[in-house]
């Protein structure tokens, strides 16, 4: 099983290189044709996120879509895909960072919590301790 990297999901959702984009179709045509799977690492979708963010001026609201369409395809395996699920359902009823969420996300699934923090905002969520107050 092959692995994608973040600026090959970028091509797929953004689509500002015709010749990459056509290229990351025909990869991920192929893999549904041979019905194989491509994994996305975990980190690949922290730093999508913030692409999608600080490069292309996605609101918070266009990239819960891009991502959580992402996960809706079947030609793709997510690691830790559950803390990812929570990271999203976080990330879109908080105001916090989407590292945060998924940080905290992953914590959760592995059962490590609380996570332990001096920043405030981040403790909002479920299964975060503020130190220090």
Known sequence: MAALDTNVLVRLLVEDDAAQFAYAKALVDRTQQRAEILFVPVTVMLELEWVLRARYGFGKSAVLKALNALLETRE???????????????????????????????????????MLTFDAKAARLDGVQLLGQ
């Open 76 to 114: 793709l395996e997510f690691q830790f895909e559950a803390a990812l699920e929570r990271a999203l359902y976080a990330y879109r009823n908080n105001t916090v960072d989407f590292a945060d969420c998924l940080h905290t996300g992953l914590c959760g699934a592995h059962d490590r919590t609380p």
